[in-house]
């Protein structure tokens, strides 16, 4: 339900303007008009697509398509244990006759009434699915009949190649516990016991086209304390011993282990020993050395790869502010070439046979993705479905790729989206993300897009310690929250200013989890900079992260993880307090919105509701938003429909024009309930 204490809607004054620079619109209003909010609802309802397609895999020989079909739940709020965010429906398509037919649609147990529904599937062969439902993973044929069990769910399918038959490995309930493993024949059902022993506990494994386990990666439970053991094994089939490859501290940079052939001791390793960013080499485990530098990328890391049976590279993915594609077989290479021509602009994913069919993923900052078939022989390519049914592109705006350089040099990499009516300073957010060891993507980015459309542009800075940029990038934000990675958002923020993209006097600050903690900070360690903020679920005070009852602090490793990347609480309280926004909230001098799920075990709703005590009783009240039954982050359609409109609506308050565009946007009807929408509301 939303709960709007108070909302604090006074102008800002004297905001610090860069040399030269002066406003250029007049005071944003005070209320938002019916023709407004009816434009904003429309910008919503557009982007904020209610069914779609979650995957799509092409079956082994090409005949056959699998999709995983969503539909969001009817209601906002979560009313009773029956009730999902969302519904899944398995389906498989015949690609010559084009025919579907339903395999698992969602149905209730009897026995308890909880919904069943598939969350995974694999082909295991051209006319057989191993299906995830709940906890089990099932046997399905292509006309829908369920044949048998394989107990726990499958974490890794094999399909049958050259003779060799299907295989599943699925886990009992203590994954990796000794003798829990099995490999499953899914043609014959004869399983095969997968022997670990393996001391501490294994963190990462890898299987030979075979299913057999052929390297492992385990560590001691003291994860992220200084002198805790990182430990790669190797064997050379299921029946030779464990031979240890390499020890390590958890702070030493490391290799992985990360593909084994089938019948040799030459393996593919991910590393960045002795350099920045993660490469890819060979490695003979037989004398100890590496091989052949297969891959490597300047400045930014391998990050995805495929390999083909096991043993030699087909493709890697690198991760710099646009994702790139390396193929190592020509006729795929071929194939990427002549699909980048036919979708220009896009990012395509390709899989199937080169010559034969190739399914096409291809997603860009306009398109937020789609399937498509290619017939290679006949060179014939037509559409499948998309992630979001019935999305309307008209008006999606590009996310263009910058950097800009830092207070203390360090060159930061960026994203920006304009609005369509773009000439000269425009109103901005600056959007940060969360992790803080994570980053923002190029592609279709809903909230971004909702944004732009409303007339705002979107900055999102990717700040020292975001991950993707190399080792250095990344442990340059080691322990600095609201310091040098604060100071990295403020240096963007001026930049965006200096080129005269953004209006000083109408900047909003905004993030969720790690974002919503450095949104607040923003406001207080720099106050004549922004002219207002909000927070989804962040942290208010970081010494609080190390008492609360989060998951993380339930967990065995989670409070050593954050020793780690945030620093200690024991001897660092000082340092947390002095940059915590809980403690300096008199400092916060704009409005603010925040906002929380009341179930979030992540970041508990308590530091949110102890921020929002903090700015009222600095005389700054805070409009705020609690969210019942959601987590870290919106599970059900409406709730995020309805805190987009308020934050819409929060920004038109302090910094928004009218925007030309939105009037462009048409209402649509069947938009979900808010949270606390009235019961005589009509159900959609």
């Known amino acids: 339900m939303r709960n709007v204490r108070a909302v604090a809607t006074f102008a800002l004054s004297g905001v610090l303007l860069a040399s030269g620079m002066q406003a250029v619109a007049a005071d944003p209003p005070t209320t938002i008009g019916p023709e407004r909010s009816a434009a904003l609802e429309a910008i919503v309802d557009r982007v904020l697509v209610h069914s779609g397609i979650a995957a799509m895999r092409l079956s082994p020989d090409g005949n056959q398509v699998g999709m995983l079909t969503w539909t969001a739940s009817a209601r906002s709020a979560y009313l009773s244990h029956s009730e999902a965010p969302h519904t899944n429906t398995l389906l498989v398509m015949d690609v010559a006759t084009q025919k579907v037919t339903p395999i698992v649609v969602p149905t209730r147990d009897v026995g308890s009434g909880e919904l069943q529904q598939a969350w995974g599937f694999f082909w295991m062969s051209n006319d057989r699915l191993a299906v995830n439902i709940g906890s089990q993973c099932y046997i399905y044929t292509l006309d829908g009949q369920?044949?048998?069990v394989l107990s726990r769910a499958a974490f890794h399918v094999g399909p049958g190649t050259a003779?060799?038959?299907?295989?599943?490995?699925?886990?009992?309930?203590?994954?990796?516990?000794?003798n829990s493993i099995r490999r499953i024949n899914l043609r014959t059902g004869a399983e095969t016991s997968v022997s670990v022993g393996l001391p501490d506990k294994v963190v990462r494994a890898v299987w030979d086209s075979q299913g057999r386990l052929r390297a492992a990666e385990t560590i001691e439970t003291t994860w992220y304390k200084h002198g805790a053991r990182v430990t790669s094994w190797y064997r050379h089939d299921d029946d030779s011993p464990w031979k240890k490859v390499l020890e390590t501290e958890v702070i030493e940079d490391r290799w992985h282990i990360v593909a084994a052939p089938d019948d040799s001791d030459q393996v593919l390793i991910r590393s960045r020993e002795g350099r920045?960013?993660?490469?890819?080499f060979g490695y003979d485990v037989s004398t100890g050395k590496k091989?052949?530098?297969?891959?490597?990328?300047?400045?930014?890391?391998v990050a995805a790869f495929e390999e083909e049976d096991h043993a030699d590279l087909l493709r890697v993915v690198t991760s710099g502010l646009k994702p790139s594609t390396i193929w190592f077989d020509e006729p795929w290479q071929k194939v990427q070439a002549a699909v980048d021509a036919a979708l220009p602009g896009a990012i395509n994913e390709l899989s199937g046979k080169p010559n034969g069919m190739v399914m096409i993923y291809s997603y860009s900052d306009h398109d937020p993705g789609r399937w498509l078939l290619?017939?290679?022989?006949?060179?014939?390519?037509?559409?499948?479905?998309?992630r979001l049914l019935k999305f309307d592109t008209q008006a999606t705006r590009a996310m263009e790729t910058t950097t800009y350089t830092s207070f203390d040099g360090l060159a930061i990499p960026a994203y920006l989206t304009r609005p369509a009516d773009a000439a000269g300073p425009r109103p901005m957010v600056v959007y940060i993300h969360g992790g803080p060891v994570e980053r923002d993507h190029w592609g279709f980015n809903a909230e971004v897009q909702i944004l732009a459309a409303a007339g705002y542009a979107v900055f999102q800075p990717q700040f020292r310690g975001s991950s993707g940029f190399g080792h250095k990038f990344e442990v340059a934000g080691y322990r600095q929250w609201g310091l040098n990675m604060q100071d990295d958002i403020t240096a963007g923020v001026k930049e965006m200013i200096?080129?005269?993209?953004?209006?000083?006097?109408?900047?909003?600050?905004?993030?969720a989890s790690y974002g919503g903690y450095a949104a607040l900070w923003g406001l207080a360690k720099t106050p004549d900079l922004y002219r207002c903020g909000a927070s989804f679920a962040g942290p208010s005070d970081i010494a609080e992260r190390f008492t609360d009852w989060s998951d993380t602090n339930l967990s065995k490793v989670g409070p050593d993880f954050m020793r780690f990347y945030i620093g200690d609480v024991d001897t660092m309280k000082a340092d947390f307090d002095a940059v915590s926004p809980q403690k300096h909230a008199d400092r916060i001098r704009v409005p603010v919105l925040l906002a929380h799920g009341e179930d979030d075990f992540r970041v508990p709703i308590g530091h949110s509701e102890r921020m929002a005590k903090a700015l009222e009783a600095a005389h700054n009240p805070a409009e705020v938003h609690w969210y019942p039954h959601e987590g870290h982050g919106f599970a059900y359609m409406g709730d995020q429909r309805d805190f987009q409109l308020a934050l819409l609506k929060f920004l038109d308050r302090n910094i928004g024009p009218s925007s030309a565009l939105a009037g462009q946007w048409e209402p649509i009807a069947g938009a979900p309930a808010a949270a606390g929408a009235s019961a005589t509301a009509p159900a959609h």
């Open 498 to 511: 200096r080129r005269g993209v953004a209006d000083p006097q109408r900047i909003c600050i905004y993030g």
């Open 146 to 148: 369920r044949e048998r």
């Open 163 to 178: 003779g060799r038959d299907p295989f599943a490995i699925v886990a009992g309930h203590d994954l990796f516990a000794p």
């Open 374 to 386: 290619l017939d290679r022989p006949r060179m014939k390519m037509r559409p499948l479905g998309s």
């Open 291 to 301: 091989t052949d530098l297969e891959v490597s990328h300047p400045g930014v890391d």
């Open 276 to 280: 920045d960013a993660w490469a890819v």
